[in-house]
């Protein structure tokens, strides 16, 4: 039996992986036109930081995530279900694009599925 069951950020390649991932998350919000508007002011570098330092630490990753919580980053934008939906579309295409598996992507639905109080109509 093997003695060290490898964490979700090693199983989608780490630092590198999720940095790659997190390039096409991006791609494909700028480009979706459910959501494209909301991020038509946006330091692109900042926020791709910001996600995929997130997207890190949250998968087991020794980065640090020094952004707002995600109640204090989302407060006042009245997102709607759709627009939930449609980011989280958007990550689980980026990380099939990027080669990531079934089990990886369920387990990322469920970490992004359980931010949704602290995201969608606040
Ligand atoms: C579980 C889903 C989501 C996660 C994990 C997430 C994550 C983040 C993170 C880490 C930031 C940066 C926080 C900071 O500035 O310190 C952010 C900002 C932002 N998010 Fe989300 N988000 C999610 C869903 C959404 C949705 C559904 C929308 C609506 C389309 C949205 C729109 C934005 C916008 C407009 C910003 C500000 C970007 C800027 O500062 O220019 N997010 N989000």
Known sequence: M???????YERLGGFDGISAITEDIWANHTRNTAI????????A???KGLVRDMFC??????ENYDGK??????????ISDQEFVAVIDDVLDAMSKNGAGKREQDEVLSILYSMKAEIVHV
């Open 69 to 78: 919580d995600m109640l204090s980053a989302h407060r006042g934008m009245n």
């Open 2 to 8: 093997s003695e060290h069951e490898a964490s979700l």
């Open 45 to 47: 570098e900042k926020v």
């Open 36 to 43: 494209k508007q909301r991020y038509a002011d946006s330091d």
């Open 57 to 62: 630490a949250g998968t087991g990753g020794p």
